[in-house]
């Protein structure tokens, strides 16, 4: 009876913390941005709802699809919108806590996988992204995914090929976890082989043969789930190592990536590489106890995690030269449940021993309330700085696309075209949200000028605009006035002509001018004030 008590009260206080995750997520909402990479992982999701694999397999965005499943399956089972995509990003949040309690259950026990399904609900790299729709928290459910099944192994043939196929997985959410996979590996090949040459240093040929085996069958599993994954962009694309052929290296910075690990980075300086907080450094002091004691699971999570981040932070995109990792702080997300299960581990330890040596229980949950404590204001205070500076910025450019576009929508009954002009050209992150807002409806259509560029070019209002009969077409100036754009000026070419319609935002934050574009000459090409 004790014992079902004890699985309520566990299974309560889990569901306490996952609404207590819901409620933090609603604080900091900030939805779909609209000029950043959501916008590409929207479009490309509603491209594989539609059954169109080709382009989002040959999307740099999503060599590794799987992520952008979630929000396909929402779009395709409940429609277009925003309030769809944002579900599939809180489903992707609440399985990561769930993953997190389970992970850390095998490696601690069920009390403390509490605390650590509490330590991820309240990770600001994580919480602050849970309404976006971005990769990061789908590959943290693959890698918390294959770290609990390897916690859960025992030394057998067949779990370890299991293991191999589900860390493979990974790969198909986000190509980082090539690295994952690497450091992983070499850590299962140190703890296989290590254990039998320190129990038998002559090393008997039968050992040497099981255990070989036994790696063997790990990376089987490894080669299996990666020959599916090639052999799908053979099917689609026929190319299977297309992504290898077509990777785009982008260079990152290092300073922004070191300053990422320093726990005084300011994250209203550094708002898409604030600082990964204090629980970093719970989990290498959590790591480093736990290597002490000699607990071998929590070794090897914790070494193949460590390295795995300073990959992240000063490791190379590129095998031939030193090629910067481009890392934004949400990238964390993706190790998120090993982060928190250690941190949890080293509370666990530390108000043990302050119990051991004081005898004291008062002094034991005292110590524990101080380490818990430091990470929940810690993590508080980046809450809110990111929240007012970053996330609300983030839901008010949202608002001004939904408010033009229905503007249009209610305006124009015709089928229209839309097309987006930013500071840098013809955007096609901009256009991708405009489609999104629009429903995809195909009325209202937002277009490039170019299929798969983002700049304007001169004479292509001739060609999209005056062969398109009884089509009605607008012109987003984002953040800009269009009429004074060069890039509007080559695309018009004397051909067309636009009129000012309205202004939705303000000049002081983020908006966007509405103009007509007119296949005639000498039209007003007025603009607000």
Same mark, same amino acid.
């Given at each position: 009876?004790?014992?079902?008590?004890?699985?309520? $009260?566990?299974?309560?206080?889990?569901?306490?913390? /996952?609404?207590?995750?819901?409620?933090?997520?609603?604080?900091?909402?900030?939805?779909?941005?609209?000029?950043?990479?959501?916008?590409?992982?929207?479009?490309?999701?509603?491209?594989?709802?539609?059954?169109?694999?080709?382009?989002?397999?040959?999307?740099?965005?999503?060599?590794?699809?799987?992520?952008?499943?979630?929000?396909?399956?929402?779009?395709?089972?409940?429609?277009?919108? +925003?309030?769809?995509?944002?579900?599939? &990003?809180?489903?992707?949040?609440?399985?990561?806590?769930?993953? +997190?309690?389970?992970?850390?259950?095998?490696?601690?026990?069920?009390?403390?996988?509490?605390?650590?399904?509490?330590?991820?609900? %309240?990770?600001?790299?994580?919480?602050?992204?849970?309404?976006?729709?971005?990769?990061?928290?789908?590959?943290?459910?693959?890698?918390?995914?294959?770290?609990?099944?390897?916690?859960?192994?025992?030394?057998?043939?067949?779990?370890?090929?299991?293991?191999? %196929?589900?860390?493979?997985?990974?790969?198909?959410?986000?190509?980082?976890?090539?690295?994952?996979?690497?450091?992983?590996?070499?850590?299962?090949?140190?703890?296989?082989?290590?254990?039998?040459?320190?129990?038998?240093?002559?090393?008997?040929?039968?050992?040497?043969?099981?255990?070989?085996?036994?790696?063997?069958?790990?990376?089987?599993?490894?080669?299996?789930?990666?020959?599916?994954?090639?052999?799908?962009?053979?099917?689609?694309?026929? &190319?299977?190592?297309?992504?290898?052929?077509?990777?785009?290296?982008?260079?990152?910075?290092?300073?922004?990536?070191?300053?990422?690990?320093?726990?005084?980075?300011?994250?209203?300086?550094?708002?898409?590489?604030?600082?990964?907080?204090?629980?970093?450094?719970?989990?290498? $002091?959590?790591?480093?106890?736990? /290597?002490?004691?000699?607990?071998?699971?929590?070794?090897?999570?914790?070494?193949?995690?460590?390295?795995?981040?300073?990959?992240?932070?000063?490791?190379? #995109? #590129?095998?031939?030269?030193?090629?910067?990792?481009?890392?934004?702080?949400?990238?964390? $997300?993706?190790?998120?449940?090993?982060?928190?299960?250690?941190?949890?581990?080293?509370?666990?330890?530390?108000?043990?021993?302050?119990?051991?040596?004081?005898?004291?229980?008062?002094?034991?949950?005292?110590?524990?309330?101080?380490?818990?404590?430091?990470?929940?204001?810690?993590?508080?205070?980046?809450?809110?700085?990111?929240?007012?500076?970053?996330?609300?910025?983030?839901?008010?450019?949202?608002?001004?696309?939904?408010?033009?576009?229905?503007?249009?929508?209610?305006?124009?009954?015709?089928?229209?075209?839309?097309?987006?002009?930013?500071?840098?050209?013809?955007?096609?992150?901009?256009?991708?949200?405009?489609?999104?807002?629009?429903?995809?409806?195909?009325?209202?259509?937002?277009? #490039?000028?170019?299929?798969?560029?983002?700049?304007?070019?001169?004479?292509?209002?001739?060609?999209?605009?005056?062969?398109?009969?009884?089509? &009605?077409?607008?012109?987003?100036?984002?953040?800009?006035?269009?009429?004074?754009?060069?890039?509007?000026? $080559?695309?018009?070419?004397?051909?067309?002509?636009?009129?000012?319609?309205?202004?939705?935002?303000?000049?002081?934050?983020?908006?966007?001018?509405?103009?007509?574009?007119?296949? +005639?000459?000498?039209?007003?090409?007025? #603009?607000?004030?």
């Amino acid at each position: 009876m004790d014992k079902r008590n004890d699985n309520i $009260a566990v299974f309560t206080s889990l569901l306490i913390v /996952i609404v207590l995750g819901l409620l933090l997520a609603m604080y900091a909402y900030a939805g779909p941005d609209p000029a950043y990479d959501d916008a590409t992982y929207i479009l490309q999701a509603h491209y594989m709802a539609m059954g169109n694999f080709y382009d989002v397999l040959t999307n740099v965005f999503t060599f590794s699809f799987m992520e952008v499943v979630p929000y396909a399956i929402s779009f395709y089972l409940f429609g277009y919108g +925003t309030t769809q995509a944002v579900v599939a &990003s809180l489903c992707e949040y609440f399985l990561l806590i769930i993953l +997190t309690f389970l992970l850390a259950k095998r490696i601690i026990d069920k009390k403390y996988a509490v605390l650590a399904a509490f330590f991820t609900a %309240i990770t600001p790299f994580v919480v602050l992204y849970a309404t976006r729709v971005l990769p990061d928290m789908i590959l943290g459910i693959f890698i918390a995914l294959a770290l609990y099944f390897y916690a859960s192994t025992k030394k057998n043939k067949l779990d370890y090929f299991v293991l191999g %196929i589900i860390l493979s997985l990974s790969i198909y959410a986000k190509t980082e976890a090539f690295a994952f996979l690497g450091f992983f590996g070499f850590f299962i090949f140190v703890e296989i082989f290590y254990s039998s040459f320190r129990h038998n240093r002559k090393g008997s040929a039968a050992s040497y043969i099981n255990n070989s085996l036994l790696f063997g069958s790990f990376v089987l599993g490894i080669l299996i789930g990666l020959f599916v994954y090639f052999f799908i962009y053979y099917i689609y694309v026929r &190319s299977p190592f297309f992504i290898f052929t077509h990777y785009t290296l982008y260079s990152g910075d290092l300073f922004s990536n070191i300053m990422i690990l320093n726990p005084f980075t300011s994250a209203v300086y550094f708002l898409e590489t604030f600082s990964i907080g204090l629980l970093f450094y719970f989990f290498i $002091a959590g790591g480093v106890v736990a /290597i002490l004691k000699k607990n071998t699971k929590a070794a090897i999570i914790f070494s193949a995690t460590f390295f795995f981040v300073l990959y992240l932070i000063f490791g190379s #995109s #590129s095998l031939t030269n030193y090629v910067v990792v481009s890392v934004s702080t949400r990238f964390f $997300a993706a190790v998120v449940a090993p982060l928190a299960t250690l941190s949890a581990y080293l509370v666990r330890e530390v108000s043990n021993k302050a119990f051991k040596i004081t005898g004291s229980s008062i002094i034991k949950y005292l110590s524990m309330i101080l380490l818990v404590l430091a990470i929940v204001l810690y993590d508080a205070q980046q809450i809110y700085l990111i929240t007012v500076y970053y996330n609300s910025a983030i839901e008010y450019k949202s608002t001004i696309f939904h408010d033009a576009a229905r503007y249009i929508e209610n305006t124009s009954n015709a089928p229209t075209y839309v097309y987006c002009i930013t500071g840098r050209g013809f955007n096609i992150v901009s256009i991708s949200f405009s489609n999104f807002e629009f429903k995809f409806n195909r009325n209202y259509t937002a277009l #490039s000028i170019f299929p798969n560029e983002s700049y304007g070019a001169k004479g292509m209002c001739n060609e999209s605009i005056l062969q398109a009969k009884g089509i &009605s077409s607008f012109l987003f100036g984002i953040n800009l006035n269009a009429s004074n754009n060069s890039y509007v000026k $080559a695309w018009l070419d004397n051909s067309c002509s636009l009129s000012f319609v309205k202004q939705y935002g303000s000049k002081s934050n983020f908006f966007i001018d509405i103009y007509r574009v007119y296949p +005639t000459k000498n039209i007003s090409q007025s #603009s607000p004030e």
